[in-house]
């Protein structure tokens, strides 16, 4: 059974950085196209950024230059590197990752989410 297992989140004062970890585990034969979502409070899931198996990212606008997604295909692991981190900032993290399981298809996984929270 697949699983994504988040961490790093925490509470941070604005201007600082942050990095999170989101660990791939189970019995899968690859994993494809990974990404960060965020969820602050009362509002809607939104992306963050995405990054393929061949490292290509994109971010959403409000994100770029501040962000960073990276991942380890050896360690199955993805990152959000978070600098110049901002009160609105403020959310729960969500990472993504499509996988092959071992018995089934290409599906999408969730980690259960981190919770980052800014300070001013």
């Known amino acids: 059974q697949v699983q994504l297992v988040e961490s790093g989140g925490g509470l941070i004062k604005a201007g600082g950085s942050l990095t999170l970890s989101c660990a791939v585990t189970?019995?899968?034969?690859?994993?494809?196209?990974m990404a960060w979502y965020r969820q602050a409070p009362g509002k809607e899931r939104d992306l963050v950024g995405t990054?393929?198996?061949?490292?290509?990212?994109n971010y959403a606008d409000s994100m770029k230059g501040r962000f960073t997604i990276y991942r380890d295909d050896v360690k199955n692991v993805l990152y959000l590197q978070m600098n110049s981190l901002k009160p609105e900032d403020t959310a729960v993290y969500y990472c993504?990752?499509?996988?092959?399981?071992?018995?089934?298809?290409?599906?999408?996984?969730w980690g259960q989410g981190t919770q980052v929270t800014v300070s001013s």
């Open positions: 993504n990752a499509d996988v092959w399981a071992i018995g089934s298809n290409w599906r999408d996984y």
């Open positions: 189970g019995n899968f034969f690859n994993i494809n196209t």
């Open positions: 990054i393929t198996n061949g490292g290509i990212t």
